[in-house]
């Protein structure tokens, strides 16, 4: 078995594999966990992040209002399934020029050493990579922003590797992005990034179809002794339109930028119908998830169709199993 580096988790979310799957992910029982009118105006309730915090699990959840405008709202739970979400969204303190909001969506959340940051896609003439820190969930400080424009999936690393903070990103354009590889860069400070490399990109063909329009880091990625499992989207255009599956590599733990191993399945797609059918069909799109380092389960909150958040199980040992049953051998 390999070990899981972090905390042990005994509130984790959790049902056991189903007899009848031979899946390396499976869905809860119960899906959707959140619902998208779970809050008085909103519109839809996906792509959202959550954490361990006090006795139970706090969250930042993007809510889509019902005029459709994208933002970030706090939320707690007690069991990591059922939340409350607060009805109105995160307010920043912060530099007057950085606070000001386009849009933000799809957010992170990461704790490193005494404070959980929030990282999400921020409007700022284009979208980049907004950064914010808070202790309590109450209180929010924006910081600059991580990039110029265009870049989407900001997802830091819970912990500085070679005494640098870290985060992967997938450079993107100013629309619905054609392209996408993940990239990492570093910085001493959270303001000044650079030493940007690049990780993995798509994959086209037979090898790895489902990945072969654009691919960017999903949940913080979650670090073992055997490196840097990451959990990641990954796009096929068809005629149709996007589809959006998830898929898994292991990183480098002490140069993540060099790929270890990495899925040629992806490891959940759309399939039931809230994932099939919403605002934006086909989109399975995790954005965290939680880990039990005494047990190795992992509980991933994904959004479904970009109108309702998911919650599925797996552990490490399922998802390294997968990959090395199912390599993808190209280097890409
Ligand atoms: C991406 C982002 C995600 C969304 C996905 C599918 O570009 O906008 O928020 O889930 O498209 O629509």
Known sequence: MSTIIGETLSNIPWQEKPVSSNAPVWRYSANPIIHRDAIPNSNSVFNSAVIPFGDGFAGVFRCDSKSVSMDIFAGFSEDGVNWKINHEPIVFQGDEDVIKREYRY??????????????????????TIGLAYTFDFQTF????????PYNR??????????????MLSRPSDTGHTPF???????SPDLTFWGKHRYVMGT?????????????GPGPI??????????????????????????????????????????????????????????DVPNVTFPCAALTDAATGRIAIYYGCADTVTGLAFTTVDELLNYMEEYPLETEV
């Open 153 to 166: 999936n900001g997802v830091l690393f819970p912990r500085k590797i070679g005494g640098h903070y870290a």
């Open 180 to 186: 996408g590889d993940i990239f990492y860069s570093e």
């Open 141 to 148: 400080h924006q910081i600059e922003n991580a990039f110029l």
């Open 203 to 215: 994959v086209n063909g037979d090898a790895s179809a489902w990945q072969s329009k654009k691919i």
């Open 106 to 127: 799809d957010p992170r959340v990461c704790k490193i050493d005494d404070r959980y940051y929030i990282s999400w896609c921020n409007g700022y003439h284009g979208p």
């Open 221 to 278: 990625p979650i670090e073992t002794d055997k490196g840097w499992l990451l959990i990641y989207h990954g796009v096929i255009n068809t005629c149709n339109g996007f589809v959006y599956r998830m898929g898994c590599a292991l990183l480098d733990l002490d140069q993540p930028w060099k790929v270890k191993a990495r899925s040629r399945n992806y490891i959940l797609g759309p399939e039931t119908l809230y994932e099939c059918v919403g």
